[in-house]
């Protein structure tokens, strides 16, 4: 049996490229995971690792081995997680990361829901805008909105959010109301994250560059400077939602909104989670299936 020894981390460490994060994601020390490690490469009498300042790298002759020990430990994972799926009960912390209105106003109300059902779970909601490193930081996923930069996280899309357009009665009495988008260049916008806002009408795209007097990336502070009559905010529909029904906000533009972005769950490699992340991330992609 010794001859499993040091395989988890190694692992571990071949996909994390470095040795304190595959010991954060272990829970144990960066000395343990380097010294099970280099046995397990003493045992083997081969390299596996090629280690530097900057980050650790499967050897060649390390790659076919990482493979077959990774179907190893993902089939050692399955085999404990049914045991503990017939007898479920979560507990310890879950940390996720969120910013903005869908999150707040849809993905807190649904974990809220899915704790209800595990007592001993505790769930800690980080709404810092801030982009997180989910290793670094201790995040189990985060909720993202917009496109994905390329950064080896996976990623499961929870909803697509289409864009409107929407400005206060008294704005558009007082300046008018436009009829095409590019008409926006003699409003004042209530910019966002991007002053690039971008429409849609018969499968053409149309790119306005806008500008205004307020400017924040914060969907509460967007919509309240708008109902000030600030100016035209372009966001998510589903941001707008409560503003359209009571009046306090006109859509315009209606026939270029676009079709937006898309929110996403994104965490690390399936074998690092905990099961109470995967069931959770599964909880939410089902929840959202038919949000509209």
């Known amino acids: 049996m010794n001859s499993f020894d040091g395989i988890i981390e190694f692992v571990a460490v071949a996909e994390s490229h470095g040795f304190s994060s595959a010991a954060k994601q272990l829970g144990c020390s960066t000395s343990h995971v380097s010294r099970q490690v280099s046995r397990l490469e003493k045992r083997l009498g081969v390299t596996l690792l090629a280690r530097s300042t900057r980050q650790v790298s499967l050897t060649d002759a390390a790659q076919i081995y990482y493979q077959r020990c990774r179907e190893l430990v993902n089939g050692l ?18 940390r996720v990361s969120a910013a903005g209105a869908f999150a707040e106003e849809h993905v807190a109300p649904a974990l809220i829901a899915f704790s209800k059902s595990y007592p001993e779970l505790t769930i800690e909601m980080d709404f810092n805008s801030r982009f997180v490193n989910l290793i670094e930081d201790g995040i189990d996923f985060a909720i993202r909105y917009g496109e994905l930069k390329d950064s080896g996280l996976v990623a499961r899309k929870l909803v697509d959010r289409p864009m409107a357009a929407a400005a206060s009665r008294e704005y558009l009495l007082r300046y008018g109301t436009p009829t095409h ?3 926006l260049k003699q409003h004042n916008c209530i910019v966002t ?4 806002w971008v429409f849609e009408n018969s499968n053409n795209t149309i790119s306005t560059k806008v500008h205004g007097r307020w400017k924040s990336n914060n969907s509460n502070a ?3 400077a708008c109902e000030q009559g600030l100016g035209i905010a ?10 359209f029904e009571s009046g306090s906000l006109i859509p315009v533009l209606e026939d270029f909104w676009g079709r937006g972005t898309s929110s996403w769950i994104v965490y690390q490699n399936q074998r690092f989670l905990p099961l109470r992340a995967r069931l959770a991330i599964d909880y939410l992609v089902k929840h959202f299936s038919q949000w509209n």
């Open 77 to 94: 994972e399955q085999a404990n997680e049914s045991l503990k799926t017939q007898q479920i009960t979560l507990s310890g912390t879950l």
């Open 181 to 183: 988008p590019t008409q």
């Open 193 to 196: 994250n991007n002053d690039h």
């Open 222 to 224: 967007v919509i309240s």
């Open 234 to 243: 372009y966001m998510p529909k589903s941001s707008l939602e409560k503003e």
